[in-house]
């Protein structure tokens, strides 16, 4: 008798489902490249997948696309059939995902024509970004989100490489660290992708600015001076305060009669602030671009006055749907500057205290919350008095008690201990004469910068943290015994010490003095604020 040995696991019988399964596995293939959106500021990554399978043929999109992403079916149909590519006659689905995020943008046009002309070669490209707007003859062309697009992954260390329009590499170019592949067709592209090549192309852009290196990082700062303090005729206590906020990037306040040269003053420290590093520069690019604007790149801090009418949303920026930023974010690294401040809003000015004091400014809406960069500077600038003639001796004033006891009160004292330097102005005299320059005001500012940077400070003086003061603003012993005696006698609140210590820290890197001696603290108390 013959025994049945079982030699293992029996063959599976394959069922017409299984056989229904394998043949869908061959004829379906999936491709992937990587793409991103903007969520607020940040970048997202979205990764692209595109499926072809036999049935009607058809073309959709699928994960929360907007109505110009899904307007880029007719875009990347034309760039293709324009240039002899046969669009495949198969169902086609494209998957943006994650799918929760809502995409916008024209930067997914050119991932969506690459995955559909290779639709016959399987592949995967880890790592490779791809971003470019369609014409509908097949050319790349840029957005104004490429560029917050690819900072914003660079600076959160998510991106190597990335195929881009040629036509922006322009601006592009300033962001270290990336290789960029230019293309100025759909079909270089695709030649690029189907052959493996991603070799950059693309050369790192030079500053055309003056530069010098500290601790191994570059620092850039112009000489360009639209405005000249030589203009400004006496007022040399406003011009040795405006010297001292400029070095520090603290916050400035003069209040003056009218022509006193306020508003002069103000225009001009734009131009004498202190250097900064690439990654300021592409900072103010990237708010500058997400508000429509095409950047200089140029190596100065941006200004922006807005007028006392402008609303709260263009101070702070908003939207019932997609938040955009505002005045406030646009003077990040620089200058916001109040004129006339008193006839601001109260929402707007108290609203004000959470960027001076945080650097941030956050929008809440139903769809989304979002955080701006607001390192700015704040200068302002007002009357004494609604008429303005309180302080003249020439002018009389026709303003009541009651007027200017109101006008004055529209700024709270939370508001003002914000604020470093406080400044009267004096009045415009016939033999008043210019006796600085902004060059030589810049150049002061510049070595005061060097002494901040070599010891180590991340942030400038005026912007300095609880911590950071303890360790950068140390005293000698008859200054720290000066200012514990103007505590006593003026009841110096804990936020006007940090501001003190912090000016007379600016005025010691000045005068080029290790510590805070006791005329750096002397002169830092007459820019207190008198209440």
Request: glycine share 6%.
């Given at each position: ?6 030699s293992?696991?029996p063959p599976q019988?394959?069922t017409p489902q299984?056989?229904i ?7 379906s293939i999936?491709?992937?490249l ?5 969520e607020?500021?940040?970048?997202k990554v979205i ?6 399978t036999?049935?009607?043929p058809?073309?959709a ?6 109505t110009?992403i899904?307007?880029?079916k007719?875009?990347v ?23 929760e ?7 997914f ?10 639709n016959?070669?399987?592949?995967e490209e880890?790592?490779l ?15 104004s989100?490429i ?5 914003s992954?660079?600076e ?7 195929i881009?329009?040629k ?6 170019s ?16 695709i030649?690029l992708?189907?052959?493996g ?8 852009f ?10 191994k990082t ?16 006496g007022?040399?206590v406003a ?9 520090g990037?603290?916050n400035?306040f ?5 022509g ?9 420290i ?18 500058q671009?997400?508000d ?15 007028h006392?009418?402008?609303?709260s949303?263009?101070i702070f ?8 930023i505002?005045?406030?974010a646009l003077a990040?690294k ?8 008193p ?16 650097k941030k400014?956050h ?7 979002i955080?701006?960069?607001a390192?700015i500077?704040f200068v302002?600038?007002?009357?004494p008095?609604?008429?303005g003639?309180?302080l ?9 008690e009651?007027e200017?006891?109101r006008?004055?009160n529209k700024?709270?004292d939370?508001f ?5 330097l406080f400044?009267?102005?004096q009045e ?11 060059k030589?005001?810049h150049?002061?500012?510049i070595e005061?910068?060097?002494m901040q940077?070599?010891r ?19 005293l ?9 005696g103007?505590?006593?006698k003026?009841?110096?609140s ?12 600016t005025i010691a890197?000045?005068?080029k ?5 006791k005329?750096d ?11």
């Amino acid at each position: 008798m013959n025994a049945k040995i079982d030699s293992g696991t029996p063959p599976q019988k394959r069922t017409p489902q299984t056989k229904i399964k394998q043949k869908a596995k061959k004829e379906s293939i999936v491709n992937r490249l990587s793409c991103a959106t903007l969520e607020g500021v940040n970048a997202k990554v979205i990764e692209v997948e595109a499926t072809f399978t036999k049935g009607l043929p058809g073309f959709a999109v699928v994960g929360l696309a907007s109505t110009d992403i899904q307007e880029a079916k007719e875009r990347v149909k034309s760039a293709l059939l324009t240039n002899e590519f046969v669009f495949p006659p198969l169902k086609i689905t494209i998957g943006l995902s994650p799918s929760e995020i809502k995409k916008n943008g024209s930067q997914f046009d050119l991932s969506l024509g690459l995955l559909i002309a290779l639709n016959k070669k399987s592949f995967e490209e880890e790592g490779l970004f791809v971003f470019g707007e369609l014409g509908l003859d097949g050319r790349v062309k840029s957005s104004s989100m490429i560029f917050p697009l690819v900072l914003s992954l660079k600076e959160q260390g998510l991106i190597q490489r990335a195929i881009v329009p040629k036509e922006a590499i322009g601006y592009l170019s300033h962001i270290s660290g990336v290789d960029f592949i230019a293309v100025e067709t759909l079909g270089e592209a695709i030649h690029l992708l189907s052959k493996g090549e991603f070799a950059t192309n693309v050369k790192k852009f030079d500053y055309d600015a003056n530069s010098f290196t500290l601790e191994k990082t570059a620092y850039y700062y112009k000489e360009k001076y639209e405005s000249d303090f030589s203009d400004v005729k006496g007022q040399m206590v406003a011009k040795r305060a405006a010297l001292i906020a400029a070095a520090g990037m603290h916050n400035f306040f003069m209040e003056g009669n009218p022509g006193c040269g306020k508003s002069m003053i103000a225009k001009r420290i734009k131009d004498i602030l202190p250097p900064m590093q690439e990654e300021e520069l592409l900072s103010i690019a990237k708010h500058q671009f997400l508000d429509g604007q095409v950047p200089s790149f140029d190596a100065v801090r941006p200004m922006r006055s807005p007028h006392h009418t402008a609303t709260s949303a263009s101070i702070f920026g908003g939207g019932s749907g997609q938040a955009k930023i505002g005045e406030v974010a646009l003077a990040s690294k620089g200058i916001l500057f109040f004129d006339e401040i008193p006839h601001f809003s109260k929402n707007i000015l108290e609203a004000l205290r959470e960027p001076l004091q945080d650097k941030k400014v956050h929008i809440a809406r139903v769809n989304a919350k979002i955080e701006y960069e607001a390192d700015i500077m704040f200068v302002a600038a007002q009357n004494p008095c609604p008429c303005g003639n309180l302080l003249s001796k020439v002018q009389s004033c026709r303003c009541t008690e009651v007027e200017i006891k109101r006008y004055q009160n529209k700024l709270s004292d939370p508001f003002l201990d914000r604020i470093d330097l406080f400044v009267v102005m004096q009045e415009v005299r016939s033999e008043d004469k210019a006796d600085v320059n902004s060059k030589s005001m810049h150049q002061e500012v510049i070595e005061a910068f060097k002494m901040q940077k070599k010891r180590g400070q991340v942030r400038l003086n005026g912007k300095l943290s609880e911590d950071e003061i303890e360790s950068f603003c140390c005293l000698q012993s008859d200054a720290l015994v000066l200012l514990e005696g103007a505590i006593r006698k003026f009841g110096l609140s804990h936020r006007s010490i940090a501001s003190i210590k912090k000016i007379g820290r600016t005025i010691a890197d000045l005068n080029k003095h290790t510590y805070i001696e006791k005329r750096d603290i002397l002169e830092a108390l007459s820019y207190r604020r008198r209440k």
